[in-house]
């Protein structure tokens, strides 16, 4: 069964900078895509970045494009989430999620979940 378990969250000024990371069991990681999607408030679960198996291709969705950052170490099994010039509009539980088997932005598409972290950004 793989788990994956994402740690970093908190609170932060508006601004500031977060780093989010997630840990992946298994041996299968490096081949996984791998997909950050964020759920605020009273909202629906949402895309933010993916990454390609070999770390080669990323994608962002439009609303942190530039200010976030996708990356991950195959050595480490570990997926990663830099998160500069946050805004509150970016306050939201965090889930990573792997092994799309189809499209990177589709939450339905991916197999495995994270539990999430909470990141809250203040005015």
């Known amino acids: 069964q793989v788990q994956l378990v994402e740690s970093g969250g908190g609170l932060v000024q508006a601004g500031g900078s977060l780093k989010l990371s997630c840990a992946v069991s298994?041996?299968?990681?490096?081949?996984?895509?791998m997909g950050w999607f964020r759920q605020a408030p009273g909202k629906e679960r949402e895309f933010a970045a993916a990454i390609s198996w070999n770390g080669a291709m990323t994608y962002y969705a439009d609303s942190v494009k530039g200010r976030f950052t996708i990356s991950r170490d195959n050595a480490k099994n570990t997926l990663y989430l830099q998160m500069n010039s946050l805004k509150p509009e970016d306050t939201a539980v965090y889930y990573c999620a792997a092994d799309s088997r189809r499209s990177y932005y589709n939450q339905y598409d991916y197999n495995y979940w994270g539990q999430g972290t909470q990141v809250t950004v203040s005015s």
């Open positions: 298994g041996r299968a990681f490096s081949t996984y895509e």
